[in-house]
């Protein structure tokens, strides 16, 4: 091997590791503060990629008719809830976020009537739609089942991860796409060529690491997610809404996962169906983190993106097999480290 | 024994005359050979997930592990079918056991995940091995055959898919119903409890995950006989998910409601496959998944603990068991415990958690035929005491002997062993077991049938003197009535009790109890008091915790008193009212 491949791949794996670090950091926020697995988080990033490339192709994108939908029902849902004490202020909050803002977004879309608008607009109307869709997700999917064991959780979560892979099927099609780069330009340095689009993954990921951190340490509810993660009656004692909390983590994984797929989407072209495989190595990434820990999570997204480049390269019909093998030996670690802990089961 | 059998005996006699109804249609079979091959999947699930609480994705590479070894067997080799069936299950339990060593230690989130990347690892190593035939797989199985009798439509390998479904239900009903099953159930709770009473909690849960990954092996030999090819896409991450949510809408509690899962999803799946187009005029199979995954999560909305105790609820109930029939006393624990002397030696013991001194070389020690009450403030120490003594923590110095015996770092299981028993300030009881399965986890160390005899119940005797010495100790302390009602339906009070009756049914020379006074009333306390003593008379030692100053001044022979983990006084309940350093830890220093 010279140095040219290898740093190639490197540069390859860092790229591809930076992606999956995105998705590890949403899986865990996601799963700390809600106990849920997310794996719908593979459709967040086909949706934000795919809906993105329609729009740049001047085409109308059918998940804002999906987003408009599911606000109609979490609008509904919200109504039942309320039913017994229907407070004016509550059901128009209810209708701003749920009815309003979908139907916002789909305005904006026909005053631009099919034409290709810019990238950023692109972009930002890709974010908006896929977060409505988050956001709506929890409502309908899973609040009402909140307080149900991580299994139970875990396949509903299985069950909207199906049918919105549905869903995107019926959206775009069969038919793989790609998007336009966010920049055209290149720097090359020595045998490196670095394309703005790998620049941006780079920027977008860590300011987006950066930025949880703040969110996190530093704002209220970025604390007050952090409590519902330690202890969700605690939280509720001490005048958290949990239900607030799920929904906001739903509606920060969904970004994150609608923002990894507008990145990859001018790298590799994506279908229907590949969201699912890409989220699952963010997976990797986060339970080599231990779900718990976002630097972690960090470095082992990296890791598995190195051995994805360098195993693609020397074994390349066993990619997978050795990515996903990846993590026994790390479990396999993690278990002799800590012994079982004993935790009061419900 | 007759109420257990017959309702399996009428669904064998219903799914036997099925083929022979004149006008079924042979597609109608086709559906019940799908649904019998997920439920065997789905069953394995059950005892896994369900009862067992360990939750597996990956059960798909297992039915492949059963298809691809007799594909390959009877395609190189020409074997027979019936020569590889063996081979077949054997290889996907190693599989489960080289899995198993390294999954089944993993707690709580990870183990899911685990199984869903080992998984999507097996499925695309089966697409890219050579002499598995890559993403083709392997065609040209033979069918199964009898004599002259192939079976080469679905109607006919529809009896050993169902002859198999019908006998591991029962097989695994029996095993739920026995000793080791009860080890089993006692899983989904934590480890702790299990473990005081000696189960050895790694290795029953390995063992329920070969189990499930057994009768996912049969599965997968019969499907490849089915299809008489195998290939990797049935076997890969997306129907490792369906089988387990075929058990959770099912219900994932139930043997049964594996089969009825299956039935739900199979049938539902191909409903909408069949009828949708339709209603929506064509559009095929994406308005499958969607509407599937939508009635899903409806349905789990709805029914979280899946459908099987949701469909139970409408028919009468059964008469709950009565009392076990009495059976031959189980043989005493073969110990020697002394009439006089010390039992428990405790020295210098010490723990700390980082900074935290949580224990400080503390001395004491009970005597033969002795209640020794440890008290203290909260936070004193006294809880992790016990869990020093039992070896739930290991001490960081400083030494715990029994009858002159170092035990210092034996595990839970072990100690037990030599006749300490004990319950827990936070009742660890398994709610959905009755009492009386409870308390019987208690004479765990005293049975031995284990996995294979409670299948094919040969536990029987054995089985009957645990639950018969299990009634005995219940009516000891006082619940007869109680003995068939769920421990989770017990007040808080009662289920100490039942703790009690659990640590009595170890046949114990010495009893540690947790506060075991906490939530009784007055005239229960007195009850519980005079059961103590009467246990002391009959030999044995008791060592308890408890705040109830009035109790243990009454009931005690001697007293230790720790604060901030430091031993302060020791004596008798007249010397220690009187003492003026327990006065101070407990009432503050004097002005």
């Given amino acids: 091997m010279n140095t040219t491949i290898l740093l190639f791949l490197l540069q390859d794996g860092i790229t591809n590791g930076a992606i999956y670090a995105l998705l590890g950091l949403a899986l865990v926020l996601v799963f700390a503060v809600t106990r849920i697995i997310l794996i719908p988080q593979g459709e967040f990033i086909t949706f934000g990629a795919l809906t993105y490339a329609s729009l740049s192709a001047g085409q109308m994108p059918g998940t804002i008719k999906l987003a408009v939908a599911m606000g109609v029902v979490a609008f509904a849902f919200d109504l039942f809830t309320f039913r017994k004490a229907l407070d004016a202020r509550r059901v128009l909050r209810s209708i701003a976020v749920n009815i309003v803002f979908p139907l916002a977004i789909w305005g904006v879309m026909w005053a631009l009537g099919g034409r290709p608008g810019n990238i950023a607009l692109n972009i930002a109307l890709s974010l908006l739609i896929v977060a409505a869709i988050g956001l709506y997700l929890y409502r309908i999917a899973f609040q009402p089942i909140a307080h149900t064991s991580v299994l139970v959780l875990l396949i509903a979560s299985v069950g909207c991860h199906l049918a919105l892979q549905g869903f995107g099927l019926v959206f775009f099609g069969a038919e793989g796409q790609r998007g336009p780069a966010i920049s055209s330009d290149a720097i090359t340095i020595g045998a490196l060529r670095f394309t703005g689009q790998s620049i941006a993954v780079y920027g977008i990921t860590i300011a987006l690491i950066v930025g949880l951190w703040l969110f996190f340490g530093y704002t209220l509810y970025g604390k007050a997610l952090r409590a519902t993660a330690v202890n969700r009656l605690g939280a509720r004692l001490v005048g958290i809404r949990t239900s607030l909390s799920g929904q906001i983590a739903f509606l920060l994984a969904s970004v994150i996962g609608a923002i990894s797929g507008i990145l990859i989407v001018p790298i590799t072209t994506l279908y229907y169906d590949t969201g699912f495989l890409i989220g699952l190595k963010g997976f990797i990434a986060a339970i080599i983190g231990g779900l718990v820990s976002y630097p972690l999570t960090a470095a082992a997204a990296i890791l598995v993106g190195c051995v994805e480049a360098f195993s693609s390269f020397y074994a390349s019909n066993y990619k997978e097999v050795i990515v996903f093998t990846l993590i026994l030996p790390v479990l396999v670690l993690r278990s002799l480290a800590a012994p079982a802990v004993e935790e009061e089961k419900d | 024994m007759t109420s257990r059998i017959l309702p399996i005996l009428v669904f064998a006699l219903v799914m036997a005359t099925i083929p022979f109804v004149p006008g079924v249609p042979p597609f109608w079979i ?296 009495p059976a031959d006393a189980l043989p005493a624990r073969n110990d020697h415990r002394p009439d006089t002397g010390v039992l428990l030696q405790v020295d210098k013991a010490r723990k700390q958690f980082g900074g935290v001194v949580a224990v400080n070389d503390v001395s004491f020690n009970v005597q033969a035929r002795e209640i020794v009450a440890l008290i203290g403030p909260n936070g004193a120490g006294k809880s992790t005491t016990f869990n020093l003594i039992t070896g739930v923590l290991a001490a960081t110095a400083g030494k715990v002997a029994v009858l002159g015996k170092s035990v210092s770092g034996a595990p839970p299981q072990e100690i037990v062993k030599l006749g300490i028993a004990r319950t827990f300030q936070h009742v660890k009881l398994v709610p959905d077991m009755t009492v009386l399965e409870n308390v019987a986890l208690g004479a765990h160390l005293r049975g031995r049938s284990g996995a294979i005899a409670s299948m094919l119940r040969l536990d029987r005797a054995d089985e009957a003197k645990l639950l018969a010495e299990a009634a005995k100790q219940i009516e000891r302390v006082g619940l007869g009535d109680q003995m068939n009602q769920l421990a989770g339906s017990l007040s808080l009070g009662q289920q100490r009790i039942v703790e009690i009756a659990r640590a009595l049914c170890v046949d114990p020379m010495l009893l540690l109890l947790d506060e075991p006074a906490a939530g009784l009333r007055h005239m229960e306390k007195q009850q519980l008091a005079s059961l103590l003593r009467q246990l002391r008379d009959g030999g044995m030692s008791v060592l308890l915790v408890e705040h109830d100053m009035g109790f243990v001044m009454n009931l005690a022979n001697r007293i230790v008193v720790l604060d901030f983990g430091t031993k302060i006084a020791e004596g008798t309940p007249a010397d220690i009212k009187t003492n003026p350093d327990v006065i101070k830890a407990y009432l503050g220093a004097v002005a």
Wanted: proline residues 5%; contains cysteine; hydrophobic residues 50%.
């Fill in chain 2, 30 to 325: 086709v559906l019940l050979d799908n649904i019998g091959l997920a439920a065997l999947v789905a069953m394995g699930l059950v005892l896994l997930t369900g009862v067992g609480g360990l939750t597996s994705f990956g059960q798909a590479a297992f039915c492949g592990f059963g298809a691809y070894t007799t594909a390959y067997l009877t395609t190189a080799y020409g074997m027979s079918p019936w020569l590889t069936l063996p081979m077949s299950l054997i290889v996907s339990g190693l599989a489960a056991v080289l899995l198993g060593i390294i999954t089944m230690r993993l707690s709580g989130h990870y183990l899911p995940l685990g199984t869903i990347a080992w998984g999507i690892s097996l499925f695309y190593l089966f697409s890219k091995l050579e002499f598995l035939g890559r993403n083709d797989g392997i065609s040209g199985i033979p069918p199964l055959s009898i004599g002259n009798w192939k079976m080469l439509d679905p109607g006919s390998i529809y009896f050993p898919i169902w002859i198999a479904v019908i006998i591991c239900a029962l097989l695994s009903m029996n095993l739920l119903d026995s000793r080791t099953g009860r080890a089993i159930r006692a899983l989904r709770r934590g480890h702790i409890a299990a473990e005081a009473f000696g189960v050895q909690t790694a290795r029953a849960k390995l063992l329920v995950f070969i189990y499930a990954a057994v009768l996912a092996g049969l599965s997968g030999w019969l499907y490849a006989h089915f299809q008489r090819a195998a290939n990797p896409t049935p076997f890969g991450p997306h129907l490792g998910i369906e089988y387990l949510f075929i058990a959770v809408v099912g219900g994932a509690g139930y043997v049964w409601g594996g089969v009825l899962g299956a039935a739900v999803v199979v049938i539902l799946k191909e409903v909408l496959q069949s009828y949708l187009p339709l209603i929506f005029g064509g559009g095929g199979g994406q308005l499958e998944t969607i509407v599937f995954g939508i009635l899903l999560v409806t349905l789990l909305q709805l029914a979280p603990t899946g459908m099987w105790p949701w469909l139970t609820a409408w028919l009468p109930s059964g008469d709950s068991r009565k009392r076990p029939a």
